[in-house]
């Protein structure tokens, strides 16, 4: 049964690449976590027989128990590979009246929250980059500056 379930998943996913972006590696996931990846490109060749999926790849053969395979999907970038972020400086600005927010890409939404996880402001950044919050009705406090990729705390006093 599981081996049929596994042939129906591979057909599935199989399927499922042809309305997708054109996948890089296959990936066959232990259910103890670890993930072996083929490079597609390296054409690999995948067998299955009686309870062992077998995977044919670069002239090395590999082979799994079925049993211990978690799933096998596709996957477009390496799963081990992390993008790098662009660097984005922000540059705070804090009086009594007024908070200024500069470094910030154009259109990016920042809220600003009370201690209390309430919402007090939601700006979003000009095409300068800054966001400009009036603050003078608001307690000395600590507050939460939350922007699209980090979140800042700030102390009015």
Do not use: H
């Not at 999926?53 to 211990?68: D, M, N, P, V």
């Not at 402001?121 to 980059?129: E, L």
Request: aromatic content about 8%; proline content about 3%; overall charge negative.
């Amino acid at each position: 049964m599981k081996r049929l379930s596994m042939l129906l998943t591979c057909a599935v996913m199989a399927v499922a690449g042809l309305f997708a972006a054109s996948p890089e590696y296959v990936v066959v996931w232990s259910k103890s976590g670890e993930q072996t990846k083929f490079a597609l490109s390296d054409r690999p060749e995948v067998q299955f027989q009686e309870n062992t999926l077998s995977l044919t790849c670069a002239g090395s053969r590999y082979s799994f128990e079925i049993s211990e395979v978690d799933k096998f999907t596709f996957a477009n970038s390496d799963p081990d590979s992390v993008e790098e972020l662009d660097a984005v400086t922000v540059k705070f600005t804090l009086s009594n009246e007024v908070l200024e927010l500069s470094g910030l890409v154009t259109g990016a939404d920042v809220w600003l929250y009370g201690m209390d996880g309430r919402l007090l402001a939601c700006m979003k950044a000009a095409a300068d980059g800054c966001v400009t919050c009036p603050v003078g009705g608001l307690p000395s406090g600590i507050y939460l500056v939350k922007t699209e990729s980090k979140t800042y705390k700030i102390s009015k006093k």
